[in-house]
């Protein structure tokens, strides 16, 4: 457990990581919470209910907002090692869940939180957690103190892989595998594998740099790779963000003179 008590101190403490390391820990259970609460509210069970003030309904995104907002402004005023800091840091941590929660609907600026479209709040949250999480299960190259030379060397040296790992990270979302990118922040091989092979056809490397004879042959290996793993990735999708409605709500359902509803007025998504 060496390695363990040397990176606490070298990379929390030494680093200055606590605040990151708490936020990230707030940022995950309140994801976890509000997604427990607004599934249990879909379903008709438990004490918890939508919040509703003179028929609007009020969204977590919102009290997400303020505390986002305040947690920010907090952190810019404290000094980097007073307990401000760290109330900042669950404040941002909590606010940024209730918002990315929710990041689908106001993306689409539609009540989409059960939809299939609302799955892309998930996709946000596990992104954003990734990418908190890499410097925390990483090192820091600076602001580490009482390091050898020979341990100062071997952190320039990691620290420029590091580099070229994220540039490469980086051409993978170019090439349109953005979940490749996410799992290659911290298994370097996937991030390899998907620069070598076809970009997705609708990619920004697919418009820049493929020939239409190309693109071609990238769209039929994107759609035997969908074949084999969008139906694992949706159950993934559905295991972490719920299954969505169906019939999907973002779809107008006419009414018996065959006149759709008015936009925006659904406000019973049980999103909180």
């Not at 607004?38 to 379903?43: D, E, V």
């Not at 028929?55 to 303020?66: C, D, I």
Request: hydrophobic share 45%; aromatic share 10%; proline share 6%.
């Amino acid at each position: 457990m060496h390695w363990l008590s040397s990176w606490w101190r070298h990379d929390i403490v030494d680093g200055h990581k606590g605040p990151l390391l708490l936020g990230l820990v707030a940022f995950v259970v309140t994801f976890v919470v509000v997604r427990t609460i607004t599934r249990l509210i879909r379903a008709g069970r438990g004490p918890f209910h939508n919040v509703n003030d003179g028929g609007v309904h009020l969204h977590h995104s919102t009290p997400g907002v303020v505390l986002l907002v305040t947690g920010g402004f907090t952190s810019v005023g404290a000094d980097g090692r007073s307990p401000w800091t760290y109330l900042a840091a669950t404040m941002v941590g909590v606010g940024a869940s209730l918002v990315l929660d929710e990041f689908a609907m106001i993306f689409h600026l539609q009540d989409v939180y059960w939809s299939q479209e609302g799955q892309l709040s998930v996709s946000m949250v596990t992104l954003v957690a990734a990418c908190v999480a890499l410097p925390l299960v990483g090192f820091s190259p600076t602001g580490a103190t009482g390091l050898t030379p020979a341990q100062s060397t071997a952190r320039g040296v990691v620290t420029a892989l590091l580099v070229l790992h994220l540039v490469l990270v980086v051409l993978a979302a170019v090439k349109g595998k953005y979940g490749t990118a996410v799992i290659g922040l911290f298994l370097a091989p996937v991030t390899w594998v998907a620069v070598l092979r076809l970009a997705r056809p609708h990619s920004l490397w697919s418009r820049w740099f493929y020939a239409p004879e190309r693109r071609d042959r990238a769209t039929r290996r994107a759609a035997a790779f969908d074949a084999r793993w969008a139906p694992r990735r949706q159950w993934w999708d559905d295991l972490i963000g719920g299954a969505p409605s169906r019939p999907d709500p973002t779809t107008p359902a006419r009414s018996s003179a065959g006149t759709p509803p008015s936009a925006g007025t659904g406000t019973s998504s049980g999103a909180g």
